[in-house]
């Protein structure tokens, strides 16, 4: 399976923007990145995910690195209600779409 | 608005007894999925599916078992619950292809005493 590499945990201040990263060396190149998160006590939620470039929603951004061996997850103005469990995964099209979680950065979010 | 539904959204139940989770969505997603997951534990594939009549084991080997007789729904059943099967069980729905985004449930939250 691809595995993924993310830090533990972060901290970030409230109102400024968040950038987390994610190590995918082994990423092939039908496979999508995809970023969920879990707040406590709640389902994981969709955020966003790309192929190649970058993409933009109203949650967030993906910055995506050229050789797409890395990615960056960037909450552009923090918030209290954005603390959670960050996840980093690949969609990989040999697996049928299959998400396989890691550990996750856990993100907290001072005020 | 399209979504997907966990019911109970907790359950205590007596060890022995047979329990079914209950997972229906409602955005015709061919693809499911249950996930296990232990207090601030990663989540596990533990079931998934691509469609009617289809149903794969996942990659963390569980008892229990899963059916999908209908587009909309994929409920999970314990035979005999154990105090081991406590644990969060998260249902998921998505649209083909390694791009999908998955929906998923609140989840079910399972203790067997």
């Known amino acids: 399976d691809a595995k993924t590499t993310q830090p533990n945990s972060m901290e970030s201040n409230e109102e400024e923007p968040v950038h987390l990263p994610c190590n995918h060396s082994?990423?092939?190149?039908?496979?999508?990145i995809h970023w969920y998160r879990q707040l406590p006590s709640q389902g994981p939620e969709y955020v966003i995910h790309g192929l190649t470039s970058n993409v933009n929603n109203r949650m967030a951004s993906l910055a995506i690195a050229e050789d797409r061996k890395s990615s960056t997850l960037i909450l552009h103005r923090a918030t209290l209600r954005d603390a959670a469990v960050y996840y980093c995964i690949l969609g990989r099209g040999g697996q049928g779409g299959k998400l396989i979680f890691g550990q996750g950065t856990e993100l907290s979010v001072k005020p | 608005e399209a979504d997907i539904y966990q019911t109970p959204r907790y359950l205590v139940i007596g060890t022995g007894k047979k329990i079914t989770l209950e997972c229906s969505q409602t955005m015709g997603h061919d693809k499911m999925y249950w996930y296990q997951q232990d207090p601030g534990m990663e989540l596990h594939l533990i079931h998934y599916s691509y469609g009617v009549n289809s149903t794969e084991k996942g990659d963390l080997s569980s008892e229990s078992t899963v059916s999908r007789i209908r587009t909309e729904h994929f409920p999970l059943t314990l035979e005999s619950a154990r105090p081991s099967h406590t644990s969060q069980y998260l249902c998921?729905?998505?649209?083909?292809?390694?791009?999908?985004?998955?929906?998923f449930g609140s989840g079910t939250r399972l203790t067997v005493v």
């Open positions: 082994t990423i092939s190149g039908t496979d999508y």
């Open positions: 998921a729905s998505s649209l083909p292809g390694p791009g999908g985004s998955y929906t």
